[in-house]
């Protein structure tokens, strides 16, 4: 049976005439025969009787009707699916991100790119890092934003956000109604701290920052997302350093306070795995380079 049946048949369904249906579909009397014929074979049931005077629907020919209508619908619906999917109008959009992301900037990405592509659904999944480079490695994910710019070969990468840290405090802390503090004031406090495992990157960083400074970290706990180090700082479990962005998180009890002088920066990266065919992809990531040169800018200082 092919879709050639199926057309032939609904029409000649409708006009219950060989030669009215043959001019319908331009061709001539004989092929049109032929395939009626073919999709009787095919089913396994006579769909029409006919004679010199008249052409009738058969009772399985009347049940066919309706089938071979959703039949045609359906493929003519798949195909139509397929071209918006390989023009990025329709499908679906797998994003991974890290929770500081959502202060710097992801959510207005998502609203731009949404508003241009209503119909593509995307699915956001909150993972750490290194999470994330596993999930994207294995086709998981469609694009990510990490803490790193060490990723395989396989994968490129656009810089999001490239901004200070800054110094997380509970609200009562001594330091805490500071404008600055120096990094060797934290010497003897206890620390929260990203861990290893989540984020390599940033936990090397941390560390090399607070041996620039001639100590190491008193490090008491350590957790898988930034909003947990906020959190444990301002139930006063802790100090830490994190990405200035994170002043935004709005969370009570804790206070952010700029260090007196620069250190290594924190940085995000938009990665995905290439090569790829996929247009919301592609859309995605023009509103990400879009809005790359705003979000990596430095967060003014205060």
């Known amino acids: 049976m092919e879709f050639r049946h199926l057309r032939y048949f609904l029409v000649l369904a409708d006009e219950l005439h060989f030669g009215r249906a043959a001019r319908r579909l331009s061709i001539s009397q004989p092929p049109l025969s032929l395939n009626i ?44 699916h397929a071209r918006d999917v390989a023009q990025g109008l329709t499908g679906r959009l797998q994003v991974g991100f890290v929770g500081a992301m959502l202060f710097r900037g992801l959510p207005q990405m998502l609203g731009r790119f949404q508003a241009s592509n209503p119909e593509v659904r995307v699915v956001l999944k909150e993972l750490n890092s290194q999470d994330q480079l596993g999930e994207l490695a294995h086709g998981r994910l469609d694009v990510g934003f990490v803490h790193t710019h060490r990723v395989a070969d ?61 100590f190491t970290p008193d490090v008491r706990h350590e957790v898988r997302h ?57 859309a995605f990531l023009a509103v990400v380079r879009a809005a790359a040169p705003a979000a990596a800018s430095p967060a003014p200082p205060g």
Request: aromatic fraction near 6%; charge should be positive.
């Open 37 to 80: 014929q073919q999709l009787e074979a095919s089913v396994g049931a006579r769909l029409f009787t006919r004679n010199s005077k008249e052409v009738r629907l058969t009772a399985a020919g009347k049940a066919f009707v309706p089938e071979a209508r959703a039949l045609l619908d359906h493929a003519a619906d798949a195909a139509r």
């Open 154 to 214: 396989e994968m490129a990468q656009i810089l999001v956000a490239d901004e200070a840290f800054v110094c997380c405090l509970p609200a009562g802390h001594r330091l805490a109604r500071k404008r600055s503090v120096a990094l060797e004031a934290l010497r003897d406090e206890p620390f929260v701290l990203f861990a290893r495992s989540a984020s390599p990157d940033y936990h090397e960083r941390i560390l090399g920052i607070c041996a620039d400074a001639g």
């Open 226 to 282: 930034w909003l947990s180090v906020v959190s444990l700082v301002a139930q006063g479990m802790g100090v830490a350093l994190v990405p200035a962005a994170l002043r935004r998180s709005g969370m009570d009890g804790a206070v952010f306070v700029r260090l007196d002088r620069s250190t290594a920066n924190s940085q995000a990266y938009c990665v995905w795995k290439t090569p790829q065919d996929n247009a919301a992809l592609a």
